[in-house]
């Protein structure tokens, strides 16, 4: 990741890597607050949906991270090197890059391309087989269906990444400083931040946490068998208070998790360790889901409105509209749009759109080091998109083909 730090530091860093960041994560978290207040039993409504996102995400998305985290901490493999030396298994591993949940691979493979490691058809597989970190949402809830729609996904960037390769050749509006660069050590300098009481006391309530989101996922609900005895929800009251304080340490983190998070030397506190690079792209996801959830339970409570009678409405839109919805840089529309699915709201056909044209947060840095290359390789990314959407969406769901 420290490469990656270095090209924003070559190319600028974009206006949204500001300073302001913590005005407008509260302003996001009080805006949320005020809705809750003003629906009739909102806030039972948003205790409900905001513990089922602690519970049934939060602690996969953890788990997960900090799997992949501590694994590329201790292999150490310089993988410039590695791609250099097997130039046609570029656009597969980019792709494979690109399937990781989360968007730290997609980031990787972006940094290697402008280092001159990977093709251009290689990031436009990685863009097309991310779905950012609402693979995790899709894991969580319905494992199944993420697992077909990344082998979907794979199968696609793979293709489109050597028909890309072939038609444009492999350094494709690469940066021109993008020339292969000696590997960049793994090892920093500079001393590791030691964790804080607040980090603390996020693992004092994941862990447990874990505990009782395993169970329920395997049909044990844990609350059914205390609540004869303490009379209290354990579980439910847990997955709520993790979920406030994933919103509070998310609300106030300073900088963008890109600019502090990945080694770089400029910020004071010192380089984050693993555990806070755990703790703080697992708050930014579950903060998503928090607000897709609650959200979409406020807008049924309050209308009464059934989304999902009102997409069937706009049924042969859907997928283009959710496509449209990927290109938008983050992973918070992403999270919405697998919410919507996940609730019956929107069609598969939609779901394949969306992920296969979303970047998620990889595209905040390809912005920031290769702005030419990551606006094409994302316009690029909806021409499968749209085929495979509407070519499920005719076949499984209108039955024409």
């Given at each position: 990741m420290t490469a990656l730090v270095q090209s924003i530091r070559r190319y600028g860093r974009?206006?949204?890597?500001?300073?302001?960041?913590?005005?407008?994560?509260?302003?996001?978290?009080?805006?949320?607050?005020?809705?809750?207040?003003?629906?009739?039993?909102?806030?039972?409504?948003?205790?409900?949906a905001m513990s089922e996102a602690y519970l049934a995400v939060a602690i996969f998305v953890a788990g997960t991270l900090a799997l992949v985290s501590y694994a590329e901490r201790g292999l150490k493999?310089?993988?410039?090197?590695?791609?250099?030396?097997?130039?046609?298994?570029?656009?597969?591993?980019?792709?494979?890059?690109?399937?990781?949940?989360?968007?730290?691979?997609?980031?990787?493979?972006?940094?290697?391309?402008?280092?001159?490691?990977?093709?251009?058809?290689?990031?436009?597989?990685?863009?097309?087989?991310?779905?950012?970190?609402?693979?995790?949402?899709?894991?969580?809830?319905?494992?199944?269906?993420?697992?077909?729609?990344?082998?979907v996904s794979m199968v696609v960037a793979v293709i489109s990444g050597a028909i890309v390769?072939?038609?444009?050749?492999?350094?494709?509006?690469?940066?021109?400083?993008?020339?292969?660069?000696?590997?960049?050590?793994?090892?920093?300098?500079?001393?590791?931040?030691?964790?804080?009481?607040?980090?603390?006391?996020?693992?004092?309530?994941?862990?447990?946490?874990?505990?009782?989101?395993?169970?329920?996922?395997?049909?044990?609900?844990?609350?059914?068998?205390?609540?004869?005895?303490?009379?209290?929800?354990?579980?439910?009251?847990?997955?709520?208070?993790g979920a406030i304080l994933a919103l509070l340490m998310w609300a106030g983190a300073g900088e963008s998790r890109f600019a502090c998070n990945s080694g770089d030397l400029s910020c004071d506190r010192g380089r984050p360790s693993t555990l806070h690079k755990v703790v703080d792209t697992t708050n930014f996801v579950t903060s998503w889901v928090i607000f897709a959830f609650v959200g979409y339970e406020l807008l049924v409570?309050?209308?009464?409105?059934?989304?999902?009678?009102?997409?069937?409405?706009?049924?042969?839109?859907?997928?283009?509209?959710?496509?449209?919805?990927?290109?938008?840089?983050?992973?918070?529309?992403?999270?919405?749009?697998?919410?919507?699915?996940l609730s019956g709201s929107l069609p598969l056909s939609a779901q394949l759109g969306n992920a296969i044209a979303n970047d998620g947060d990889a595209l905040f840095p390809a912005l920031a080091v290769a702005p030419k290359a990551a606006l094409v390789a994302t316009l690029y990314s909806g021409i499968p998109a749209f085929i495979v959407a509407y070519g499920w969406y005719l076949w499984a769901e209108m039955g024409a083909i």
């Amino acid at each position: 990741m420290t490469a990656l730090v270095q090209s924003i530091r070559r190319y600028g860093r974009p206006a949204f890597f500001g300073t302001r960041g913590v005005t407008r994560r509260a302003l996001v978290v009080a805006a949320m607050v005020g809705m809750v207040s003003l629906v009739p039993q909102g806030w039972e409504v948003a205790f409900d949906a905001m513990s089922e996102a602690y519970l049934a995400v939060a602690i996969f998305v953890a788990g997960t991270l900090a799997l992949v985290s501590y694994a590329e901490r201790g292999l150490k493999i310089d993988l410039g090197v590695w791609l250099s030396e097997h130039r046609r298994w570029q656009v597969p591993v980019a792709a494979l890059l690109g399937a990781f949940p989360g968007c730290g691979g997609a980031i990787i493979a972006v940094t290697q391309y402008t280092r001159g490691y990977l093709s251009f058809g290689a990031v436009v597989a990685t863009l097309i087989a991310t779905m950012g970190d609402a693979m995790f949402l899709l894991l969580a809830r319905e494992p199944q269906t993420a697992l077909s729609v990344l082998a979907v996904s794979m199968v696609v960037a793979v293709i489109s990444g050597a028909i890309v390769d072939r038609l444009h050749g492999e350094d494709f509006l690469r940066p021109k400083t993008g020339t292969a660069e000696a590997p960049v050590s793994n090892v920093q300098s500079d001393e590791e931040r030691e964790a804080g009481g607040s980090e603390y006391l996020w693992l004092a309530l994941m862990v447990p946490g874990a505990v009782i989101g395993v169970l329920a996922a395997f049909q044990i609900e844990v609350d059914t068998y205390l609540a004869s005895v303490t009379n209290f929800e354990l579980g439910h009251w847990l997955g709520v208070a993790g979920a406030i304080l994933a919103l509070l340490m998310w609300a106030g983190a300073g900088e963008s998790r890109f600019a502090c998070n990945s080694g770089d030397l400029s910020c004071d506190r010192g380089r984050p360790s693993t555990l806070h690079k755990v703790v703080d792209t697992t708050n930014f996801v579950t903060s998503w889901v928090i607000f897709a959830f609650v959200g979409y339970e406020l807008l049924v409570a309050a209308g009464g409105i059934d989304l999902a009678g009102v997409f069937s409405v706009w049924a042969p839109v859907v997928p283009a509209m959710a496509i449209l919805v990927g290109f938008i840089p983050g992973c918070g529309p992403q999270v919405l749009v697998t919410s919507l699915y996940l609730s019956g709201s929107l069609p598969l056909s939609a779901q394949l759109g969306n992920a296969i044209a979303n970047d998620g947060d990889a595209l905040f840095p390809a912005l920031a080091v290769a702005p030419k290359a990551a606006l094409v390789a994302t316009l690029y990314s909806g021409i499968p998109a749209f085929i495979v959407a509407y070519g499920w969406y005719l076949w499984a769901e209108m039955g024409a083909i």
